[in-house]
């Protein structure tokens, strides 16, 4: 049985998505991760996804190795950015070999591909005006920095992005930098289509797949896409603040150059001599020394994410999402709620965005009264994250059968209105 026959065709109650769980054919993945209490639904692993056994036993492989090597493991772990940039590259973006590493944060090497990027041709730098923040003010910053124009490509949200506005925008330009999956409203947009597009006009396309990589399939190969960033600590399941990635086309790799040049990208590291000289390949974004530890948890999550299969998440992912689009209309739509993503799984990520005008408290309460974790957006968004691996149907059915009754009895009306920090 099908994902899609069983979600299109079925009656929406907790039968049914029961019945979806037992066909699963990812289901036996869902034991792999620690889940706590059993009554907490958790739907926030767009945000930072679940710990897995896998990724426990690789850190605790990983100290064991320290506290007996000591500085000796550093003979295995001095590649370890580019092995699990590999591993990265064939589980999860469709990178061949030798394109990606795995090190740093996002937005470490949003700076370093984007500033290679700008110091590498004259023009513009692109960026949607809804992008993710941390996108906008480095290439904000970049942009005052070389003295470009910085030009902000409006659309609605919800929607995927369109390929001609995307390439009337990038004329002129030096760099336009895309997200693949919207964060707030989780709208997939076509890198196949959009790449040549940006391309044909003359600009380097990089794009953030912070909300992509581990729950749809990224063509970035296939695409002919420049350059890509993105982070491991969502769908991936590498923990809190776990080194992120970056991929650059190995067409690319002799005319870029990073703007921050550290010894691990130095061709003879060690000889430590007097002036700077990049290695040939994709090591010469490196930087400073890799963060052992993070890295085996990068590792233990390409291993699980290779076994189940990419396609296979993706299909999840669409029926997942597919079933909470499907509950917000039979039991949201009537208490004031509206979607606030694509309705097409084939336009859609991960994630689903629930908006409603009172998001804030709704979200606070389910969090304090029903045991649902979700996350909430500005002005108005409460995201529900549904990563494939771990997430059944029931967990959706009930998550948004919960949220109903929450808002049909009001207990939203008794949280306070001030947002926290921490959103």
């Given amino acids: 049985m099908g994902y899609g026959d069983a979600v299109d065709g079925g009656p929406l109650t907790r039968a049914h998505a029961a019945q979806l769980d037992r066909a699963d054919r990812l289901g036996r993945f869902r034991d792999r991760f620690e889940h706590g209490d059993g009554d907490r639904i958790y739907v926030d692993g767009n945000s930072l996804g679940r710990l897995s056994h896998d990724a426990r036993a690789a850190l605790q492989a990983t100290v064991a190795e320290w506290g007996t090597r000591l500085v000796t493991g550093w003979h295995d772990w001095v590649d370890l950015a580019g092995r699990a940039g590999d591993a990265l590259g064939a589980a999860a973006l469709g990178a061949r070999p030798g394109q990606a590493l795995a090190c740093d944060s996002t937005t470490v090497n949003l700076y370093k591909l984007a500033g290679a990027a700008v110091a590498a041709r004259a023009g513009a730098i692109v960026v949607p005006a809804d992008d993710f923040p941390t996108d906008r003010y480095v290439l904000e910053g970049l942009a005052a920095a070389h003295g470009r124009e910085l030009r902000m490509l409006a659309g609605d949200p919800i929607a995927p992005l369109d390929v001609e506005a995307v390439a009337a925008a990038a004329q002129g330009a030096a760099l336009v930098v895309l997200s693949h999956v919207n964060y707030r409203s989780g709208a997939l947009t076509d890198m196949a289509a959009i790449t040549p597009a940006v391309q044909t006009a003359g600009a380097f396309v990089l794009w953030d797949l912070c909300h992509s990589a581990g729950a749809v399939d990224v063509p970035l190969d296939a695409s002919g896409a420049d350059l890509a960033v993105g982070c491991t600590y969502k769908y ?77 998440v993706r299909d999840k992912a669409a029926a997942l999402t597919g079933l909470a689009v499907e509950l917000h209309d039979e039991r949201l739509a009537g208490l004031g709620f509206s979607l606030g993503t694509p309705r097409a799984a084939v336009d859609r990520g991960s994630h689903v965005s ?48 919960r949220l109903a009754a929450l808002v049909e009895a009001g207990v939203h009306e008794r949280m306070p209105a001030e947002a926290a920090r921490v959103t």
């Fill in 354 to 401: 629930l908006r409603h005008p009172d998001a804030w408290r709704i979200c606070r309460a389910l969090i304090e009264h029903a045991n649902v974790i979700p996350d909430f957006r500005r002005p108005d968004s409460i995201r529900f994250g549904l990563p494939p691996l771990y997430t059944r149907f029931t967990d959706v059915w009930d998550a948004l059968d």
């Fill in 236 to 312: 991936l399941n590498a923990g809190p603040g776990s080194p992120a990635f970056l991929y650059v086309a190995e067409r690319h790799l002799p005319e870029l150059r990073s703007p921050i040049q550290g010894w691990f990208s130095q061709a003879d590291q060690f000889a430590m001599g007097p002036r700077y000289e990049p290695v040939a390949g994709v090591g010469r974004f490196l930087a400073g020394t890799p963060p052992v530890i993070g890295l085996a948890a990068v590792m233990a999550a390409a291993e699980m994410l290779a076994e189940a299969g990419i396609a296979a």
